[in-house]
């Protein structure tokens, strides 16, 4: 199902623990082509929790994205990836990992892990809201996303 033939807005789970990314994140998404939906957990297991639609999660959608940060709190991004990618029923939702690092580890560690695709979150404000517009564009309007 291409997400033009979406009849619900498009949910994207973000993991994530820096409010100010966050904040600058909503408001990318919120002027995108798409209509979507930005849930937000602060830490890895929370993440997982949600994913699994573990109490205080169980009513939430599944989400037809995730934005995952590495640098997470209690279980690390690439540690929530790993749970993702070898869960049968989760293994399809693509995984954008948006972080700080541009370690080399830690690229290859997530592409290793079946990532989806590796962005460092530039510093600049402009060029953050750039990178944001840009997986708006790709992710949610161009490119095919499973529906289960």
């Known amino acids: 199902m291409s997400v033009d033939s979406f009849e619900r807005p498009i949910e994207i789970l ?3 623990d820096n409010p100010g990314d966050i904040r600058l994140t909503r408001e990318a998404l919120k ?10 957990v602060n830490n890895g297991s929370d993440a ?5 639609k573990q109490p205080p999660f169980e009513n939430m959608s599944r989400p037809d994205l995730i934005l995952l940060d590495l640098n997470l709190p209690k279980i690390n991004g690439i540690e929530v990836l790993q749970e993702i ?7 399809l939702i693509p995984v954008v990992i948006l972080t700080t690092s541009k370690s080399e580890q830690d690229i290859t560690s997530s592409y290793q892990n079946h990532a989806n ?3 460092t979150k530039p510093v600049d404000l402009d060029q953050f809201m750039s990178a944001i517009n840009a997986i708006d564009n790709f992710w949610l309007s161009i490119v095919r996303l499973p529906t289960e």
């Open 14 to 16: 973000m993991a994530e």
């Open 85 to 91: 990618k070898t869960d049968e029923t989760l293994k």
């Open 31 to 40: 002027d995108g082509k798409v209509s979507n939906s930005l849930n937000v």
């Open 117 to 119: 695709c590796y962005i």
């Open 48 to 52: 997982l929790a949600y994913l699994r």
